[in-house]
């Protein structure tokens, strides 16, 4: 299989940088606090912005103390980046996308103070143009956060491909009318009749640049990209 676009628009968290045991350790905490299930509380969060989590998990909550626990949780998960990383592939495929000026964002349901915390330890590329948090009134699943990102990079929806890791991505990203490729294939990920491409991590992928588009091949099926890149 082949796609092809004209941007990129990657997550954060489990798509370009591994920061999984810092996610845990913080919302675990929020668990304990909570006297909620460990288990249950990170089946639910992962790719989930934070503020929703928090109204999952505290439905009977004030504004003030949904406020408050974000505060907390934010500080925690922004000061602990230890083994906070970029995955396999995540630098290369950035440089390769900056090389040939093929635009690019990244759209995460974390907060500023919290993806510039992880992204300057995992030592990624600034992109040009960020979607976090602060940007969008509906978080993923909503498909808000990839809608303004293929807006900002001035290009329509379908001419993006998103990366996502996370239920709630997979969702936003495919209810924008954006193409999916999976980063981490697991058993239970939705709508997988209507995701475009799977792969392990994103050294799994070579990209061509031609006649204005650009051309994702999956690696594993054999495919030889002698083409020139322009």
Request: proline content about 6%; overall charge negative.
């Amino acid at each position: 299989m082949v796609l092809q676009c004209k941007g990129f628009l990657f997550d954060l968290d489990g798509t370009l940088i591994d920061s999984l045991p810092a996610v845990e350790r913080a919302w675990c905490k929020f668990a304990d606090k909570m006297g909620i299930s460990r288990d249950e509380v990170l089946s639910y969060v992962h790719g989930t912005p934070a503020i929703l989590s928090l109204r999952h998990f505290m439905p009977d909550a004030s504004e003030e103390e949904i406020a408050s626990t974000f505060k907390w949780i934010e500080k925690i998960e922004t000061e602990d980046t230890e083994g906070i990383a970029a995955l396999p592939g995540a630098l290369a495929l950035i440089d390769k996308l900056n090389a040939l000026d093929i635009p690019w964002a990244i759209v995460t349901s974390g907060t500023i103070p919290l993806a510039s915390a992880r992204h300057k330890v995992a030592e990624l590329p600034e992109p040009a143009h960020w979607v976090t948090a602060e940007s969008v009134k509906k978080g993923k699943p909503n498909p808000e956060p990839y809608l303004l990102g293929a807006k900002k990079l001035g290009l329509l929806p379908e001419e993006c491909v998103v990366f996502e890791d996370a239920v709630a991505g997979i969702h936003a990203g495919l209810d924008a009318g954006c193409q999916v490729v999976v980063v981490h294939d697991l058993p239970g990920i939705p709508r997988r009749e209507e995701i475009h491409m799977t792969i392990t991590n994103l050294e799994d992928i070579e990209i061509v640049k031609s006649g204005g588009y650009v051309s994702i091949y999956k690696m594993d099926q054999g495919i030889v990209t002698d083409q020139e890149s322009s």
